[in-house]
């Protein structure tokens, strides 16, 4: 063997293997460990002492039954709005489908922050509206329906700590996760199976409950235990609309530990949190598992034209709700960018690249832009590594060698980051890397470390498939046609991969920009970025730094919808779902 | 109408079918009796599907009606028609298992527990599944499930059956034994069938009628035997594979076919006819054999068995299939047919009725000589034609690439005319 040869098939794959593992260990398994110690070591003996105080409290008690209670009514809302509208779009085709489509989608992928900022500004426009009628033209008494429900609708809608305002914000962000599973799901199921229940008898109904009930089901409830655990561990939305009255485990390690310094208490919370998401997650892919088996066996996807009246309204109604759900909130955080003492202007979005204020805390907004922008490069660049490397080495031991052990494990483990909360993994690292040997507290590489935990498991389930889905013989093709390993990979193996991992570029991005709950944690006073700016604008009293808020927001969603609408294009395969 | 109405079991009377303004069916008229079966045989896209569609209910006719036993079933939804339907991947209910698949349809016709109960075990011990009752549908080979539809299918007694493709899923070896499996339990039940198949083999086994199909029109209905013996036009011919079709607007200028080809009526059988030479109508004989019946003083001719036909040409392939040998040769058009005579015999032309006929001559003596010879080959080449027949297995072996005479019997040539109807 040439020593390029041994270079090549021997040292490169085990370099490669070993940064994600290392990677993992250092930054995911040696802060949790962080977390368990600090929450059963007491001083210096071990007790459970402190976690039963905590769970004794009645205070802890109510955090933890408002996080459960919020996290239900959430996902049994979300269930009842969404599921009619997967039966329309899993149902029927119309124009203008994908936009629709992309916009009920567009949430999800906004940051909370912006989602918190759009449902505050939405509040504000509706007590706007409603306190002056005239403004659309109805007069007090001419058209009370209209003051009425609009009444009814500001009081509903509080701007500030309400529960029906997150209520609906959670709503808003998971409506597209139902949506969308259900909507792949019924639409797969195709007409064959319903014809042939017609066949054998079958009425309408009977086949509703009888067939599409009993097919769509395990689909209804991968989806909804995976609103459970986005509004379980949700974060931004709860610590901004709610306020100090409504806390949930997530907001209250944040508090525990930023505000009181109460470091054991916020590592017992962590752990609860992680316990309680790992469970949650464990259903979830055993569930995932057993979707796979029922997964209808027509795949031909059988979408036809609305035929009747009522059909039609059906779809109407449909578009008009996800407009109305997914565009209002969006409207109403630009038109509060833009509207400044009763004109449009661009007042706010010139504020950003000021620096008015003589504070030495303050930090002008356009340097918290170029803070990110060079976060999220970095992050994209070293979730694209870490990604990249454990999308081969799952391929590699998982895959090709299916019957070690290890291999089984493989793909959950990269994927545990995914089901540890933000805020959980924020506080891990800063009490645990803010001591030698691994000191980076005041470092510049913390906060893109936490994004790249974040985001590489989002590079590595864009890779993973587009690698399984390369034949073997492709690669030996080239092998017997005299091809180095180099020049296999450069030339067989990139180009397949290449869409995968631009894909997985653009995610690493985005969900750098937008990330929260982490980076309050962990960013330092003069290293925020976007996200946490906007959290101070909102903290701070002012129509200036409100507006600013939401011009920051609006720029911010318009990065990463604009990153969405992207992927969306470039990813070939229709494949719906998460 | 009314008498045909009540003899016989299914009539489809004038169907016709358009999607968005798209002809799928045109004037379709089949009457089927009670306890026979019935192949709608036919390419993809011939309409044979949405007719069982329509059938079946799933779709409306644009124009026409269904009557069956005597009753109009235009405005009966599809599950109050009791009519079973295999579908081609069988849409078994993947969250039922086995037995609950099957139970489906009595379920929904309220029968007690316990008549479904054992209605299920009599199915599947119909189709061989008894100890199949609880497995997962996912658990299942394709055989398997096959079988399953077809229990699942037959368990409410449907007045009717009918199979889309009830093979097409599957792969060839099980196809085959899978179509008398499916045949034979479709007897016992002695229940009316309609099979929806592209395979004309699968047709001709399972079903005592066959109706051809194509672009939407029906192009023949007969019995199996009839239609492959008597395909009615060019196009059922193609379809039933058959490769020995010659278009006489094929033929070289110099042939003359309009002035030489008569058909026995004096039926006009011009440039635009086509001929079949049916695959199994051949036998090989000697050269003087051949040369006698071209020459008419033949043994057939004398004893009235005259109308026989010699065709000559180079051995091209042999593949041995039990049974039958299935031969290529090659020929020259003008050797095939040279001479439609007023008395019946399909003769060619004496005078190239020898090896020159097979073997391009090489020697030759001055340029004018080699000129027309290379003339002459031109136009073979031209003229050249691959035919395929299937010879008895216990015949004499015909070598490759040596001269080869086969005796075709009149039965074994049809003629169509230019639109397509069978002239003779």
């Known amino acids: 063997m040439d020593r390029v040869d041994v270079v090549m098939s021997r040292i490169i794959p085990i370099m490669a293997g070993g940064i994600p593992v290392v990677f993992l260990a250092v930054f995911y398994v040696y802060p949790l460990a962080g977390i368990f110690i600090k929450s059963f070591f007491d001083e210096t003996s071990f007790s459970f002492l402190s976690l039963f105080k905590i769970l004794q409290s009645s205070r802890m008690a109510g955090i933890i039954w408002f996080t459960f209670w919020q996290a239900s009514v959430s996902t049994i809302l979300t269930l009842i709005v969404s599921l009619p509208c997967a039966w329309v779009m899993g149902t029927f085709d119309f124009k203008g489908k994908k936009i629709v489509m992309t916009l009920a989608t567009l949430p999800f992928v906004l940051p909370t922050i912006v989602v918190a900022s759009a449902f505050q500004s939405l509040a504000y426009s509706i007590r706007d509206i409603s306190g002056s009628s005239g403004l659309l033209g109805v007069t007090q008494d001419g058209n009370s329906a209209v003051a009425d429900f609009l009444n009814w609708l500001s009081s509903f809608m509080q701007p500030e700590h309400s529960i029906s305002m997150i209520l609906m914000a959670h709503l808003f962000y998971n409506f597209s996760v139902v949506l969308r599973i259900t909507c792949a799901f019924w639409s797969s199921m195709g007409k064959e199976m319903k014809e042939a229940a017609s066949m054998l008898g079958a009425n309408g109904i009977n086949i509703f409950f009888k067939i599409t009930l009993p097919l769509l089901k395990p689909a209804i409830i991968a989806s909804s235990t995976l609103v459970f655990i986005f509004c379980f561990s949700s974060f931004g939305v709860i610590l901004i609309l709610g306020g100090p009255s409504f806390s949930t485990l997530e907001v209250e390690i944040y508090r525990q530990a930023a505000h009181l310094f109460n470091l054991p208490v916020a590592s017992c919370l962590s752990l609860l949190q992680i316990l309680f998401t790992f469970a949650m997650m464990w259903i979830y892919t055993l569930i995932q598992r057993k979707n796979s088996r029922f997964l209808p066996e027509s795949e031909k996807f059988a979408l036809r034209k609305p035929a009747c009246l009522s059909e039609k309204s059906a779809i109407f109604l449909c578009i008009f709700f996800i407009i109305a759900l997914c565009g209002a909130p969006i409207a109403a955080l630009i038109f509060r960018s833009l509207y400044y003492n009763g004109t449009i202007s661009l007042i706010f979005y010139r504020e950003l690249l000021l620096n008015p204020s003589g504070s030495i805390f303050y930090i002008p907004p356009f340097l918290a832009i170029s803070n990110s922008l060079v976060f999220a490069l970095s992050t994209l660049a070293m979730a694209l590594v870490v990604g990249g490397c454990a999308a081969y080495l799952i391929r590699k031991y998982a895959d090709l060698e299916p019957g070690r052990l290890s291999g089984k494990f493989l793909e959950p483990v990269f994927m545990l980051p995914l089901s540890t909360s933000a805020v959980t993994l924020g506080f891990g690292m800063i009490i645990t890397l803010d001591r030698p040997p691994l000191n980076l507290r005041t470092s510049v590489v913390l906060i893109p470390v936490i994004h790249t935990l974040v985001a590489f498991p989002f590079v590595v389930r864009a890779v993973l498939p587009a690698l399984r889905a390369i034949p073997s013989s492709l690669k030996e093709a080239a092998f017997i046609m005299g091809a180095s390993p180099l020049r296999v990979w450069m030339h067989i193996e990139l180009p397949v991969i290449a869409r995968a991992l631009s894909i997985g570029a653009i995610f690493a991005f985005t969900i750098s920009l937008g990330e929260f709950g982490a980076t309050l944690f962990a960013a330092r006073p003069e290293l925020t970025t976007i996200p946490v700016t906007i959290y101070r604008f909102l903290g701070q009293p002012g129509a200036m730094n409100y507006g600013q808020a939401m011009a920051m927001s609006s720029i911010l969603m318009l990065v990463t919808a604009s990153g969405f609408v992207f992927i969306e294009n470039i990813r070939r395969f229709g494949h719906e779902g998460f | ?424």
């Open chain 2, 1 to 424: 109408m009314g008498e045909r109405l009540a003899m016989n079991e299914l009539v489809l009377d004038h169907i016709y079918f358009k999607s968005d303004s798209e002809s799928i069916l045109n004037d379709i008229n089949i009457s089927i009796n009670r306890g026979s079966s019935l192949s709608l045989l036919g390419p993809s896209g011939c309409g044979k599907t949405t007719l069982l569609r329509i059938i079946a209910g799933l779709e409306k006719p644009s124009f026409g009606s269904i009557f069956f036993r005597g009753r109009d079933m235009s405005d009966l939804p599809s599950y109050r028609r009791n009519f079973g339907m295999m579908f081609q991947d069988f849409a078994l209910f993947p969250h039922r298992n086995v037995f609950k698949n099957i139970s489906f349809g009595l379920e929904m016709k309220r029968m007690s527990k316990k008549d479904i109960a054992s209605r299920v075990s009599e199915m599947l011990e119909l189709v061989n599944l008894e100890q199949y009752a609880k497995r997962d549908i996912k658990e299942l080979s394709g055989g398997e499930r096959q079988r399953v539809a077809l229990a699942r299918t037959l368990a409410p007694s449907p007045h009717l059956i009918m199979l889309d493709e009830p093979l097409g899923a599957l792969d060839r070896r099980l196809r085959e034994r899978l179509l008398s499996d499916l045949s034979m339990i479709l007897n016992k039940t002695a229940i009316t069938t309609i099979w929806v198949t592209h395979d004309h083999n699968e047709a001709f086994a399972v079903s005592d009628l066959v109706c051809v199909m194509s672009n939407g029109r029906i192009q023949q209905i007969g019995s199996p035997e009839n239609v492959y013996h008597k395909p009615v036009n060019i196009t059922v011919a193609d379809f039933l594979g058959f490769q020995n079709i010659i278009d006489l607007r094929d033929l070289p200028e110099s042939m003359d076919a309009h002035e030489n080809v008569n058909t026995p009526e004096n039926i006009s059988c011009g440039a635009g006819c086509k001929i079949l030479i049916m695959p199994d109508s051949a036998s090989v004989v000697s050269e003087d054999v051949a040369s006698d019946i071209a020459n008419k003083e033949t043994f057939f001719e004398k004893s009235g068995m005259g109308g026989d036909t010699v065709i000559s040409g180079i051995t091209k392939s042999i593949f041995f299939q039990g049974s039958v040998r299935k031969i290529s040769i090659t020929t020259y058009m003008n050797t095939v047919l040279k001479r439609w005579k007023s008395d019946n015999v399909f003769l060619i032309n004496q005078n190239k009725l020898n090896r020159n006929n097979c073997r391009v001559k090489t020697s030759g003596k001055g340029e004018e000589k080699r000129e027309k010879q290379e003339k002459r080959q031109e136009e073979r080449e031209e003229q050249e034609r691959t035919l395929f027949f299937d010879i008895p297995g216990h015949a004499p072996i015909p070598e490759i690439g040596k001269p080869i005479f086969l005796r075709i019997d009149r039965a074994g040539i049809k003629i169509f005319n230019q639109d397509e109807t069978q002239a003779w």
